[in-house]
Structures are given as structure tokens and as C-alpha cells.
């Protein structure tokens, strides 16, 4: 792989900039100077540093951040801050996106990667991945209230599939659904003539929001962590 390519791929630089620390000799292969940006790597193999710090190559990356509210789940908009506003460029860089969709003003978990094929994966309807919400509703949920919702209702122009819902507190509770249909628990809870007045995903597809995990901050997603998420496709016949 060309020297460029590979910086350019992990975050580290754009493509220019690498050649430019080419000239100024910034740029390390097995502790040689490297002269020209296009320079074939071994780039699981060679060692490489880039002004000084030693670069790690990876194509993908994984990213578990406990969203704010108010944010879009996007990686630009003309208005309002971005989910991708809250990493650093260099994961900019490598462009990751957010797996999925959470509304603007419901929080925790989310996931960003870079890997277009499992966060397809991990979206498609026919492969039910759990999500699950902590939420306030507006007004008491009673038991006929909560098995209606649990055996799906119309929300317009869509009837819900089954899903979970525990109360811990006549207004609060949590739901486990298994798609991800625009403004779905809120629509959920209107079709029951309620209100969500909270909304915080804790799972996803096996993964849990940390709980030292504060609200705007994010971390890679460990080797365990990427593997349950990988299981939870597995175990629904699809390869990974
Ligand atoms: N359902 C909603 O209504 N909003 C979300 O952000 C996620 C699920």
C-alpha cells in the first residue's frame, strides 16, 4: 500500500500534508526517512512514525459514544451540532458515521464506525438486533397500556413488531425493540395516548452504555465488545 494511502486511511494526515512531511523528512519507515509519499508499505508490518509518534494502521474503527441531547446523529447539519463534532479529527478522518439513528434529544448509547458493511449489517431489518431505552412518559402506563404496546401498534403508517417494556416506576420504565422505525417509541407512546418526555438508549445489539461513561464522551469499542456485536449477527445466520 502507498505511504499516503496508509496515513491518510488511519486519520493521521490528509494525502498533501504527508507529502509535505515527506520533504521535511517527518515521515519514518523502519527508521529510514521516507522521500516520497507513494513509497510501497507493508502497512500490517513496517513501522511507521509520523512526526515523531509511531502510527497504528487500521482500516476500521469502532466507537461507543454516550450521546447529549441535542445533537444530530449525522456527521454534518446546517444548524445544529453533530455527534461527530464530539471525536477527534482524526477519526473525522477516517470516516466514521453513526450506526443508526437516535432523535435529537434522546441520549446514550451510540455507535460509530467506519465499517459500512457491519453497521448495514447491524441495521437491517431482517436482523432484529435489540435496542434498548430507558424512558419517562408523561402520564402512568397501566398493564393493559403496556401489553398493547408489547404486542405492536399501528403507528401511522406501520404496526410495531412485539417488544419488551419493564416498569420500574408507575412513568418510567425501560422498552426493548428489536427495528428502528423513524421516532418509533415516541410514536409508540403516542399510539397509547401517552407521552416519552425521556429517551436514553443503555443497549445495543448486546452492547451496554458504561456507566462511567459520561454524557458527550466516547471510547473504542473493546476487542469482548466488538465481538458480541459480531455474535449478535452471527446468531442470526449471517457471517462476519
Ligand atoms: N425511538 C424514538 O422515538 N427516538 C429515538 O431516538 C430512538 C427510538
Known sequence: MRLDRMLSECGV????EVARACRKGLVLVN??????PDLQVDETTAAVTYCGAPVRYRKFVYLLLNKPSGYISATEDGSDP??????PAEYRRMGVFPCGRLD???VG?????????????????????????????EKPLSEAEKSALEAGVDIGDYRTKPCKIE????????????????????????????KITFLERISFGGIVLPPDLERGHWRELTEDELDLL???????????
Open 13 to 16: 494526515a490528509t494525502r498533501s
Open 104 to 106: 435529537k434529544y434522546t
Open 109 to 137: 448509547l451510540m455507535l460509530l464506525t467506519n465499517d459500512g458493511d457491519l453497521s448495514h449489517r447491524l441495521l437491517a431489518p431482517k436482523n432484529h438486533v435489540a435496542k434498548s431505552y430507558r424512558f419517562s412518559c
Open 82 to 87: 453533530v455527534v461527530t463534532d464530539l471525536l
Open 167 to 194: 416498569m420500574t416506576a408507575p412513568c418510567e420504565g425501560e422498552i426493548t425493540i428489536t427495528e428502528g422505525k423513524y421516532h418509533q417509541i415516541k410514536r409508540m407512546f403516542e399510539a397509547a395516548d401517552n
Open 31 to 36: 527508521g529510514i526517512p521516507a522521500t516520497r
Open 230 to 240: 459480531k455474535k449478535s449477527l452471527k446468531d442470526k445466520g449471517n457471517q462476519t
